[in-house]
């Protein structure tokens, strides 16, 4: 829009100095032609300027709410195991802004990540890595009770429709939890399974937008960038405490807990 309005007044500029020459040569014919053509443009890029678009989503994710990455996986101390870190689970945590940069009011019915995507755009599919996550609204607030002296963290999710005014923006989590629990239910083989769905590092991923603009409903796909951490580190560390898929560790289950707020480290050790 700022380039686009630099190049009309460099027009018009440019059509007052032709005029200007045009009338010191006597040819003032030609010169009230040039200003009524260049009044004419001007008139009409107003009247478009200001005539009401119907209500267009763009979606971007928020570099500015996540600092260190947006696909976490986490491995725990554990003592029985070879180099002493057990890989259990994956946290998957993105924000995104969705904006509407039309002029009128838009309503929108859901954002999802529909895919995660390697270097190449092609799908990573994992047991680690179920799609689709569902964005919400999420709001956290503290409150202190100052008889008691204590702090309460409380915390609210609000999911779609929304409705977005012109220029409005709406900030929206996707969060999912998965991981190995290490319970009889996971053998040597579906351990195997993980290891080898997760050879190729995620990098992108590929969300669907679904909205409405008056009567016309919206579905548009885009692709954003993800960033991860410990990714080949997780596979590698299945291989190294299972010696490498050939025994079971003797490891105590413990149930992924989708909500938690725990954690174990995301850095390779």
Do not use: C
Request: net charge neutral.
């Amino acid at each position: 829009m700022e380039r686009r309005r630099l190049v009309v007044y460099a027009l018009i500029g440019v059509a007052v100095v032709a005029a200007a020459l045009l009338a010191a040569v006597s040819r003032l014919d030609i010169a009230n032609i040039l200003l009524t053509v260049t009044v004419l443009v001007i008139a009409t890029l107003s009247l478009e300027a200001s005539w009401p678009l119907t209500g267009k989503l763009v979606i971007e994710r928020q570099q500015e709410l996540r600092h260190v990455g947006d696909l976490f996986f986490f491995s725990y101390p554990e003592p029985a195991v070879a180099d002493g870190y057990l890989p259990r689970d994956v946290l998957f945590e993105m924000y995104v802004a969705v904006a509407n940069v039309g002029g009128r009011k838009s309503l929108l019915l859901g954002v999802s990540l529909e895919a995660f995507l390697d270097a190449q755009g092609q799908p990573v599919s994992s047991p680690m890595l179920p799609v689709p996550v569902l964005a919400e609204q999420y709001r956290q607030w503290q409150s202190r009770d100052l008889l008691a002296a204590s702090l309460h963290i409380q915390s609210e999710t609000k999911m779609p429709p929304f409705v977005l005014d012109p220029d409005e923006v709406l900030s929206l989590r996707l969060r999912a939890r998965h991981g190995i629990d290490w319970s009889p239910s996971w053998d040597l083989a579906a351990l195997k399974d993980v290891a080898e769905s997760l050879a190729r590092p995620v990098t992108q991923g590929r969300m669907l937008l679904i909205y409405r603009r008056g009567p016309s409903l919206v579905r548009e796909t885009v692709v954003l960038p993800l960033v991860s951490e410990a990714h080949e580190d997780f596979a590698q560390r299945l291989a190294k405490v299972t010696a490498n898929f050939t025994t079971m560790p003797s490891v105590q289950a413990r149930a992924i807990d989708p909500y938690g707020t725990d954690s174990g480290f995301p850095i390779p050790r």
